[in-house]
Nanobody, 123 residues
Framework: QAQLVESGGGLVQAGDSLRLSCTASGRTFSHDTMGWFRRAPGKEREFVAVVALSGAYTYYADSVKGRFTISSDGAKNTVALQMNSLKSEDTAVYYC????????????????WGQGTQVTVSA
């Protein structure tokens, strides 16, 4: 089982930027993708972005496309999410994930999850 640890959450104002980071350890050898999901208050968990650890591709939810950038260091099993032009609707707990599948479908999911980091964007 992989262990994922996130960092970088916080409170910012609308229009600001924030960078989330995540490091995976443990049984990560079978995970060729890492990504981010989020859960806003009173809403279901939603997919945000995924990256291949090989660097071959990235994929974003429409709601963050053009504002968020996901990147990875496959050798170090790390993934980052650069969030620019933040909006109040981006307020959520953000979860790092490994072994992400199903993006672009109605049921994206992952094999391993971090504990989550809170991102709050004030209007």
């Amino acid at each position: 089982q992989a262990q994922l640890v996130e960092s970088g959450g916080g409170l910012v104002q609308a229009g600001d930027s924030l960078r989330l980071s995540c490091t995976a350890s443990g049984r990560t050898f079978s995970h060729d993708t890492m990504g981010w999901f989020r859960r806003a208050p009173g809403k279901e968990r939603e997919f945000v972005a995924v990256v291949a650890l090989s660097g071959a591709y990235t994929y974003y939810a429409d709601s963050v496309k053009g504002r968020f950038t996901i990147s990875s260091d496959g050798a170090k099993n790390t993934v980052a999410l650069q969030m620019n032009s933040l909006k109040s609707e981006d307020t959520a707990v953000y979860y790092c994930a490994a072994g992400v599948t199903g993006w672009g479908t109605t049921k994206p999911t992952a094999l391993a999850w971090g504990q989550g980091t809170q991102v709050t964007v004030s209007a």
